[in-house]
Antibody, heavy 122, light 108 residues
Framework: QLHLQESGPGLVKPSETLSLTCTVS??????????WAWIRQPPGKGLECLGG???????SYNPSFESRVTISVDTSKSQFSLKLSSVTAADTAVYYC??????????????WGQGTLVTVSS | EIVLTQSPGTLSLSPGERAALSCRAS???????LAWYQQKPGQAPRLLIY???SRATGIPDRFSGSGSGTDFTLTITRLEPEDFAVYYC?????????FGQGTKVEFK
């Protein structure tokens, strides 16, 4: 059973970098043909995808975030990570790590972590 | 970027009734790359439908998706109490993928 778990600070100061990690269990991230991604949801609002990565490290970012976002993968730890720089209050959201659905292809999201709330505040 | 507009914003219905949720795209999808998700309070979204009309694993057959081009519909034939939630559509045909703003299905 695939399980994704987000971890990281729940509070980040404005202008700093938000860093989150997703730990994957129940499936091998290194041998995976799937893409993995980060999706966020501001309080009371809808969903937006920041970007994604393959197990081989190929990334694709939402142009709205491309100048601030970095997604990386560490297959040895079965983890992938998100860094979002120069955060403001508008980046306050629940952040979800997700895995591509099956069957392939297509970047739709079949497995979700429980989400972690990150608040940007001084 | 493709903008998805969902309507209505809120749907007030009773258990046993039929729900029809609309998702309209600002430009036509070339491929059948549209998904629907259900989200309950405090929970992560759950995939219901992918590829416009294919049900994800474990999704009851009272949920169905249809449509093409710019107009798509999620239909719930007979609402069960556990179906009252927020529903989002997502297009993954054109990058960046985008989501609609959601339709809330609430108890009447």
């Amino acid at each position: 059973q695939l399980h994704l778990q987000e971890s990281g600070p729940g509070l980040v100061k404005p202008s700093e970098t938000l860093s989150l990690t997703c730990t994957v269990s129940g499936a091998s991230i290194s041998s995976s043909v799937y893409h993995w991604a980060w999706i966020r949801q501001p309080p009371g609002k809808g969903l937006e995808c920041l970007g994604g990565i393959s197990s081989g490290g190929s990334t694709s970012y939402n142009p709205s975030f491309e100048s601030r976002v970095t997604i990386s993968v560490d297959t040895s730890k079965s983890q992938f990570s998100l860094k979002l720089s120069s955060v403001t209050a508008a980046d306050t959201a629940v952040y979800y790590c997700v895995r591509q659905g099956e069957p392939l292809p297509g970047w739709y999201w079949g497995s979700w972590g429980q989400g972690t709330l990150v608040t940007v505040s001084s | 970027e493709i903008v998805l507009t969902q309507s209505p914003g809120t749907l007030s219905l009773s258990p046993g009734e039929r729900a029809a949720l609309s998702c309209r795209a600002s430009q036509g999808l070339r491929r059948s790359y549209l998904a629907w998700y259900q989200q309950k309070p405090g929970q992560a979204p759950r995939l219901l439908i992918y590829g416009v009309s294919s049900r994800a694993t474990g999704i009851p057959d009272r949920f169905s998706g249809s449509g093409s081009g710019t107009d798509f519909t999620l239909t719930i034939t007979r609402l069960e109490p556990e179906d009252f939630a927020v529903y989002y559509c997502q297009q993954y045909d054109l990058s960046p993928q985008t989501f609609g703003q959601g339709t809330k299905v609430e108890f009447k």
